[in-house]
């Protein structure tokens, strides 16, 4: 995988909204952190203040947006704004040729999955992370921080307690993943990716139980589980449940689906839809060491 190039202070990044539309007042407090305490510089995307039903703005105003990010050299790194839906309505309109030749960074993640697991294929890292929206999310300081150590080139070396369900075990892979459901929408897409011997990192948000297990069931009957390196388990956050219950926690539900495996597993990594969403390199070749006492996720062996 090719690792776009560590920002420096004095750097351009271009800010865009590639799915629902951005109340406009709510990412200024963002804008100023990446501009007077990362010291970068920005450009804003139209979508920024574009709106178009529950979109930011037409379809063709936020592919162009994208678009001319990715080919402007002097980018070094486009930052999302926020998630919804919209993303994968434009990835088959993007050439991302000079991208390829020049890659950068590109961040978000919730429906921006779409666009990480797109950029894997491509064979260049990405970054999944908190989104302008969410820079100033009360309980996220260490969120955002993770975010700008990843993008000027301080690596992943993070440490959580050990959960009740976790499957000891030592991996190393790329990492890979993002959001449930868009992980499962993508499968037979250009932008489906290969999990095989790969870290494996999941998380979803106001989603039913039952369709928890249905998603569940569809990655492993497309034999995107079977051949994992290593699972890693995230937030699952306001799920809702029917009159008829289903009988299983989301953490219960993965734990049926990887059941006849043998990788690691670790559940409860602060990554998905809550304020503690440490940035995670897509990508990035990284050890997975689920122990006793805790669970690692690092660059290098413990």
Known sequence: ?????????GDTVGLVALACKVDFDLIKPAIEVIENIWGLNVVL??????????FAGTDEIRANDFQLMLDNPNIKAIISARGGYGSSRLLDTIDFTNFIQNPKWITGFSDITAVLCHIHTLGIESIHSTMLKLFM???????????????FGEGV???????????KGIAKGQLVGG???????IIGSNSDVDTDGKILFLEDVGEYLYSIDRMMI?????GKLQSLAGLIVGHFSDLEDNEVQ??????EIIQDAVAAYNFPVCYGFPVGHEPENWALPCGREVSLSVEENGVWLSEGLK
């Open 1 to 9: 995988m090719i690792q776009p190039k560590a920002l420096q202070k």
């Open 157 to 167: 070396n993070y440490n959580i307690p050990a959960h009740s369900l976790n499957r």
């Open 246 to 251: 289903f009988g299983k926690n989301a953490n």
């Open 137 to 151: 999310q009360d309980g996220g300081e260490f969120a955002l921080e993770t975010l700008r150590k990843v993008l």
């Open 218 to 222: 569809q990655l492993k009957r497309a």
């Open 179 to 185: 959001n449930l459901a868009i992980l499962t929408h």
């Open 45 to 54: 995307g139209t979508s920024l203040t574009s709106k178009y039903h529950q």
